[in-house]
């Protein structure tokens, strides 16, 4: 175990060229030990890879630097480990090795990816929120990869919804990134869930780092859902190694031409499973249990008139005040009432100063 995390530091080699190393070796331990002569008769690694492990040999203690990544809080797991994640190991490029904080997916249990843009809508950050937090309800673990926006709103519903959360990492899972996210950094692993990379500690994020960790989140997942994405987009990646690897894909459909729905209504148009209701989607994968749970209905709520004027003039779309006022036709008093009166009733939500939209 001490040589493998030696050997799994060496990130600028890649993952099948260190799995093959160590069968080539007989051993991480081997491959360690060789002397220079016999490293570079195995023809195998380039010069610039010889020349990166020899240099590593000479200041890495692995009995040492094993000790400090567990007073760290930080696991360790080899692909060589019976304990490895099946799911990762089955796909074309399996990491070489996991780190994580607090725990990993349980393979029994069903997961579910939640991904899209980084500036998402309000709209779209609304949408993923509710996904995490209903899937966590019913037992789903929710996959993501923590980024700002579509990302982060899934694992807060996870966390509101008291499931288990797991985020993959493009940095050293001892790295909190972006920062704007440190409360759900420190929330995951409290919670059941895990913080999780291929990437040693201290290896600060990347551009290239984050199309590599994709393939882990689709692995993880047995549904992919990508909330809002561009049409060029890392979330479109995710989706793309996600068929790869024989997952189901689901997209949020999106308004027509809307630059922040192209990457959606694509693939969409490629074949994806569309999620317009959560209901439908959790009939259709067979994540809703044969007990539902009992659901408030709209209509069975008692509203008043100018209550209800207020409300079906509202969608999912952020409404301006004064244009609320201006298809309503009502006063503004009148309008501010039946806004607090909706909000206490969990109908409607502001979500910038002045902006009202549907509760999901």
């Known amino acids: 175990m001490i040589y493998e995390y030696w050997l799994a530091s060496l990130y600028r080699i890649d993952c099948g060229k260190r799995r093959q190393a160590v069968e080539l070796a007989g051993s991480a331990e081997k491959l360690f030990c060789m002397e220079e002569k016999e490293l570079r008769e195995l023809h195998f690694f380039t010069e610039d890879e010889t020349v990166q492990i020899l240099q590593s040999r000479q200041k890495f203690d692995p009995e040492a630097e094993y000790c400090r990544l567990v007073e760290q809080g930080i696991s360790f797991l080899p692909v060589t480990d019976e304990r490895y994640p099946e799911k990762l190991r089955q796909i074309y490029d399996p990491p070489f090795a996991l780190y994580y904080k607090g725990h990993l997916p349980e393979e029994r249990r069903k997961s579910a990816a939640i991904v899209g843009a980084r500036k998402c809508s309000e709209y779209g950050r609304s949408i993923a929120k509710k996904l995490g937090e209903v ?17 982060c709103a899934g694992h807060a519903g996870a966390l509101t919804g008291k499931g288990a959360t797991f985020a993959v990492l493009g940095c050293g899972c001892d790295i909190c990134y972006p920062r704007s996210a440190t409360n759900i950094y420190r929330n995951i692993p409290e919670q059941g869930g895990g913080i999780l990379s291929e990437l040693a500690p201290g290896v600060m994020p990347m551009p290239h780092f984050f199309p590599m960790r994709n393939r882990i989140i689709s692995a993880l997942s047995d549904i992919v859902i990508v909330v809002e ?17 024989g997952k189901d894909i689901y997209a949020v459909p999106g308004r027509f031409m809307e630059p922040l729905s192209m990457g959606c209504n694509r693939l969409i148009e490629q074949g994806a499973g569309i999620l317009y209701n959560i209901e439908t989607f959790l009939k259709n994968t067979g994540i809703a249990k044969e007990k539902e749970k009992e659901v408030k209905k709209f ?13 079906t003039c ?38 910038f100063q002045n902006y009202f939209c549907r509760m999901l």
């Not at 509202?314 to 004064?322: A, E, S, V």
């Open 229 to 245: 994405a561009r049409e060029r987009s890392g979330s479109l990646i995710t989706a793309d190694c996600a068929l790869e690897q």
């Open 299 to 311: 209509e069975k709520l008692t509203l008043e008139k100018e209550e209800m004027m207020v409300y």
């Open 135 to 151: 899937l966590a309800a019913h037992d789903v673990q929710v996959i993501s990869g923590m980024a700002a926006g579509i990302d």
């Open 314 to 351: 509202l969608d999912l779309h952020p409404k301006f005040l004064n244009l609320i006022i201006e298809e309503t036709g009502l006063n503004l008093l009148t309008v501010l009432h039946a806004l607090e009166l909706l909000r206490k009733k969990h109908l409607v939500q502001e979500t």
